[in-house]
């Protein structure tokens, strides 16, 4: 895949979900298979580059993420096999608003540098995704919503947390 063939119509900002599909589409490439781990999910770096990194993450039947953002990193992801549910949280007027979305086979979506949002598998069939991130991570923030809405529970470091 040629970096060209990445950027968006204005030419400056590279497309996290056509990098994700592009490597969703050649898995004979990627350095490691896929693993299950039935006590937390499996992820695997696969790509690092000055502007963007790519994960690889498996997801067994009611593993998932809790709620976070990317540091203020934009991306994508990719489902790979099987089918995922994210939880966008959003925040206006004060209160918070969860909007759920089932993700089959396939299907991905970008999100900009403020998303927060959850990924869990709520189907029986194991599920395998493909996330890329630019800039690479630096931090997440997990969250948990309260009456007040949004509340920071930690915020993990790139190197120390994972």
């Given at each position: 895949m040629r970096r060209s063939d990445l950027m968006t119509a204005v030419g400056v900002r590279l497309d996290h979900l056509a990098i994700a599909q592009g490597f969703a589409a050649s898995p004979e490439r990627w350095p490691v298979a896929p693993r299950f781990d039935a006590d937390e999910r499996w992820y695997h770096r696969l790509a690092v580059t000055d502007d963007y990194e790519v994960w690889?993450?498996?997801w067994l039947p009611g593993q998932g993420t809790e709620i976070h953002d990317h540091g203020g990193s934009a991306g994508a992801f990719h489902v790979f096999r099987g089918t995922l549910t994210e939880d966008t949280v959003g925040t206006g007027g004060g209160t918070a608003r969860v909007?759920?979305?089932e993700l089959g086979?396939?299907?991905?979506?970008?999100f900009g540098e403020h998303h927060v949002h959850?990924?869990?598998?709520?189907?029986?069939?194991?599920?395998?995704?493909v996330h890329v991130y630019?800039?690479?991570l630096t931090t997440m923030t997990k969250y948990r919503l309260g009456p007040a809405g949004l509340e920071v529970l930690t915020v993990e470091r790139a190197g120390a947390q994972w």
């Open positions: 690889l993450l498996t909007v759920s979305r086979e396939g299907t991905g979506r970008r959850r990924m869990t598998n709520l189907s029986t069939q194991p599920a395998v995704s630019g800039p690479a």
